[in-house]
């Protein structure tokens, strides 16, 4: 996928969300975006817990890759909460290098475990 189009979506979502500016639109912006970001947020540890119950390799091959997914889509989120200016002064720098910092290691996982199901089968 072309990174390009990338940037664009994320411009037009930022876009969207600085339609308005009255609180009324901003306060429902930032509802929708802090819903969606904790809601990725927490689907990376919830998933990592799972990987480590799997009853196969394949199974926490699994669990890891959506793991992985949910990192990214958390990045997005806090890009996006941060550039559309929707949820108010945070800490954004700190939470998107948490969040980097999470996303290296389980993509580091993913990998490692693929390689080893891989070689397993």
Same mark, same amino acid.
Request: aromatic share 6%; with cysteine; charged share 35%.
């Given at each position: 996928?072309?990174? /390009?189009?990338? /940037?664009?979506?994320?411009?037009?979502? $930022?876009?969207? =969300?600085?339609?308005?500016?009255?609180?009324?639109?901003? @306060?429902?912006?930032?509802?929708?975006?802090?819903?969606?970001?904790?809601?990725?947020?927490?689907?990376?540890?919830?998933?990592?817990?799972?990987?480590?119950?799997? &009853?196969?390799?394949? @199974?926490?091959?699994?669990?890891?890759?959506?793991?992985?997914?949910? =990192?990214?889509?958390? &990045?997005?989120?806090?890009?996006?909460?941060?550039?559309? %200016?929707? =949820?108010?002064?945070?800490?954004?720098? %700190?939470?998107?290098?948490?969040?980097?910092?999470?996303?290296? $290691? $389980?993509?580091?996982?993913?990998?490692?475990?693929?390689?080893? /199901?891989?070689?397993?089968?």
């Amino acid at each position: 996928m072309s990174r /390009d189009i990338q /940037d664009r979506a994320f411009r037009f979502a $930022v876009a969207v =969300c600085k339609l308005r500016t009255d609180n009324e639109f901003r @306060d429902l912006a930032g509802r929708v975006l802090l819903r969606q970001l904790i809601a990725a947020a927490t689907s990376v540890g919830a998933n990592l817990e799972e990987a480590t119950a799997a &009853q196969t390799k394949a @199974d926490f091959v699994a669990k890891v890759a959506i793991a992985r997914k949910e =990192c990214r889509e958390t &990045q997005y989120w806090l890009r996006l909460a941060e550039a559309s %200016e929707a =949820c108010g002064p945070i800490r954004w720098r %700190e939470l998107r290098d948490e969040a980097e910092s999470i996303g290296r $290691v $389980v993509s580091a996982i993913s990998r490692s475990a693929r390689r080893s /199901d891989r070689r397993g089968a």
